[in-house]
C-alpha cells in the first residue's frame, strides 16, 4: 500500500474514534448485545433496530476502548444500517477474512470502501478482536444473545 494512502486511512480512522458516528441508545432498538475484548479492555454496546423484513432500520453503538475499536463500530454503524441481516452478516464474514490476512480484497458494495481502511490491521494480529469486536456483538444482537467476549 502507498504511503499516503495509508496516512489517509489512518486520518479516516482517528476520525472516527475521535468523532464516533451513530455514539447512542436508540430508545426504539429491539436487539442488542454487549461485547467485551479482554485482551484490550475495549467494551462495546451495539444496538440495532429490524425490522419485520430483516431490514436494519437503524444501528447505534455505546462503549470506551482503544481507536481502531472506536472507529470500526462507528464505520460498522454506517455500512450496516438499511442493510438486510443476511447481507450485514455477509459483509462481517468478508471483513474477517480481510483482517485476518486470508483475502487481499473483497467486493462488499458500497461498503468496500470503509473496510478497506479497516484491513491495515492484518498486520496488527493483537489488534484484529478490536477491530471485529463490534461485528462480534452485532451478530449476537441478530442472535439475541446478550454477552460476547473475543476470548
Ligand atoms: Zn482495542
Known sequence: MLDDLRELYQEVILDH?????????????NHEAHGYNPLCGDTVNVYLKMGHNGLIEDAAFEGKGCAISLASASMMTEIIKGK?????RDIFTGFQKLVKGEEEFIDAGDATDKLMMLAGVKEFPMRVKCATLAWHAMTSAMDNEEEVSTE
Not at 84 to 88: D, K, M, Q, S
Open 17 to 29: 474514534s475521535k468523532r464516533p458516528r451513530n455514539f447512542r441508545h436508540p430508545e426504539d432498538a
Open 84 to 88: 438486510t441481516e443476511t447481507e450485514a
